[in-house]
T-cell receptor, first 122, second 107 residues
Framework: QVQLVESGGGVVQPGRSLRLSCAAS????????MHWVRQAPGKGPEWVAV??????????ADSVKGRFTISRDNSKNALSLQLNSLKPEDTAIYYC???FGGGYVPYYFDHWGQGALVTVSA | AIHLTQSPSSLSASVGDSVTITCRAS??????LAWYQQKPGNVPKLLIS???SLKSGVPSRFSGRASGTDFTLTISSLQPEDFATYYC?????????FGGGTKVEVK
C-alpha cells in the first residue's frame, strides 16, 4: 500500500532554514506528481508546492515563493522541501501528499503522509 | 487564486441525521472539486473527487453534487464515525486552494 513518511521537522528560530524529506513506497513514484501541504495548528490545510513526476515543473504558493524549494530524487523515491528564511507563520504540520496524476495539471491528493511538525519560534 | 467558501463553519447533528455542507467557488471550476474528511489528530482522507465521484471504500451515505459554482457534500444518515471536519479543495488551477472547513459535531 502507499506509504509516505516525512522526516526533518523540529523547532527552528525565525530566519533559519530546515529541510524536510519524504520517503515514498507502495506506488510508482517516478510517474506521480507530489505535493507539500501544510496545516497550521487549528487551521485548515494550505497547499505549499507541487513537483511534476519528472521534476521539470514546480509551482509554489505565493506565501512561500522565493523561500521554499521542492525537489525529488526518483532513484531514491524521495521528495524534499527546503525551507529558508522561516517565519513564525510557517509553523505547521507539513504533509507530503501524492498527486492523483503526474503533477503537470492541477489535481487532488489521493494519499497523505502523517506529517512533520515545524515550529518557528525564538 | 480561486477562493472557496464553506458553510456552515460548524454544525451540530445527531446519529441518523442527514447533513449537507456547501462549498462555493469564487469562479467557475467545472467539476474540479474534491472533499476530504479529517478527524482530530489524523490526516485528511479523500472522500470524493470530481465533485461527485465517490472514492473506493467510502460509504455510500456520502454524496457530492455540483451546481454551477456551488458544491454540496451530503451525509445521508450520520454515523458516529462521521463526526469530523470536512474540507473542499479545488483543482481547477494553481494555486490549489481549500475551503475553510466545516466541523460536524455531536448534538
Amino acid at each position: 500500500q502507499v506509504q509516505l513518511v516525512e522526516s526533518g521537522g523540529g523547532v527552528v528560530q525565525p530566519g533559519r532554514s530546515l529541510r524536510l524529506s519524504c520517503a515514498a513506497s507502495g506506488f510508482t513514484f517516478r510517474t506521480s506528481g507530489m505535493h507539500w501541504v501544510r496545516q497550521a495548528p487549528g487551521k485548515g490545510p494550505e497547499w505549499v508546492a507541487v513537483i511534476s513526476y519528472d521534476g521539470t515543473k514546480k509551482d509554489y504558493a505565493d506565501s512561500v515563493k522565493g523561500r521554499f524549494t521542492i525537489s525529488r530524487d526518483n532513484s531514491k523515491n524521495a521528495l524534499s522541501l527546503q525551507l529558508n528564511s522561516l517565519k513564525p507563520e510557517d509553523t505547521a504540520i507539513y504533509y507530503c501528499a501524492k498527486d492523483f496524476g503526474g503533477g503537470y495539471v492541477p489535481y487532488y491528493f489521493d494519499h497523505w503522509g502523517q506529517g512533520a511538525l515545524v515550529t518557528v519560534s525564538a | 487564486a480561486i477562493h472557496l467558501t464553506q458553510s456552515p463553519s460548524s454544525l451540530s447533528a445527531s446519529v441518523g441525521d442527514s447533513v449537507t455542507i456547501t462549498c462555493r467557488a469564487s469562479q467557475g471550476i467545472k467539476s474540479e472539486l474534491a472533499w476530504y474528511q479529517q478527524k482530530p489528530g489524523n490526516v485528511p482522507k479523500l472522500l470524493i473527487s470530481d465533485a461527485s465521484s465517490l472514492k473506493s471504500g467510502v460509504p455510500s451515505r456520502f454524496s457530492g453534487r455540483a451546481s454551477g459554482t456551488d458544491f454540496t457534500l451530503t451525509i445521508s444518515s450520520l454515523q458516529p464515525e462521521d463526526f469530523a471536519t470536512y474540507y473542499c479543495q479545488q483543482f481547477n488551477s494553481f494555486p490549489l486552494t481549500f475551503g475553510g472547513g466545516t466541523k460536524v459535531e455531536v448534538k
